[in-house]
């Protein structure tokens, strides 16, 4: 139980066009999902928080006109990232977070992005 | 400002022996500690995670330890085997719902 999928796995586009990247929970229901971002050889940064019904609470330094973010429902998140740019290029994993006393967090499979 | 800190970027060990990952935190109200394991271009897998009311969590042949006054905490793995090679990560969480910050990973080598 608890997976996370992430669709689609791999893209690649031109500058200046937009990517949806999904982000699933697919037997749970999650009312509150992750977006994170990992550089080659860094951690993963938390880029937003999504939370179901309401707007996405995004960290300092994060465009939120940049990257769209719509949970629209329990199960499922999106990532949109507007007017790409190569430097936008890099691995965007989401998760979500279960319910229980441990509130314990699934991560998705990730997105790689790479934008030519 | 890194709240989680892995300071060794890499780590070779081989099999049969221990492997000791550590991870140093600044944030005293951290309630939750986890380890995570990740190969490239796939998502991290959780392996064992540790509360901040303890000092020892023990899976198999994982085993966290938890130093709250020096605010840190290790990893075991014993014995290592060439498939424990990736990367590892340490994560740590402010309050139950929020998200996970992590350290920037420790590349574990396992040779057989």
């Known amino acids: 139980g608890a997976v996370v999928s992430q669709h689609p796995s791999w893209v690649i586009c031109k500058s200046g066009t937009s990517v949806k990247i999904e982000c699933r929970s697919l037997?749970?229901?999650?009312?509150?999902m992750f977006w994170y971002r990992q550089f080659p050889k860094q951690s993963l940064m938390l880029m937003a928080t999504?939370?179901?019904?309401?707007?996405?609470?995004?960290e300092q330094g994060v465009e939120k006109d940049k990257f769209l973010i719509n949970h629209a429902s329990l199960t499922l998140s999106t990532l949109t990232v507007t007017s790409a740019h190569p430097e936008d290029s890099s691995f965007y994993i989401c998760?979500?977070?279960?319910?229980?006393?441990?509130?314990?967090?699934?991560f998705g499979p990730g997105t790689r992005l790479t934008v030519t | 400002d890194q709240q989680v800190k892995q300071n060794s970027p890499s780590l070779s060990v081989q099999e049969g022996r221990i492997s000791i990952l550590n991870c140093d935190y600044t944030?005293?109200?951290?309630?939750?500690f986890l380890w995570y394991k990740k190969y490239p271009a796939e998502g991290p897998t959780f392996l064992i995670s540790?509360?901040?009311?303890?000092d020892k969590n023990e899976d198999g042949r994982f085993t966290v330890f938890l130093n709250k006054s020096a605010k840190h905490l290790s990893l075991h793995i014993v014995p290592s085997q060439p498939g424990d090679s990736a990367v590892y990560f340490c994560?740590?969480?402010?309050?139950?719902?929020?998200?996970?910050?992590f350290g920037k990973g420790t590349t574990l080598s396992v040779s057989s």
């Open positions: 998760s979500a977070l279960g319910g229980g006393a441990t509130y314990e967090q699934y």
């Open positions: 037997d749970f229901q999650a009312t509150t």
């Open positions: 999504s939370n179901e019904g309401s707007k996405a609470t995004y």
């Open positions: 944030n005293s109200m951290f309630d939750y």
């Open positions: 540790i509360s901040s009311i303890k």
């Open positions: 994560a740590a969480r402010g309050q139950a719902g929020t998200a996970l910050i």
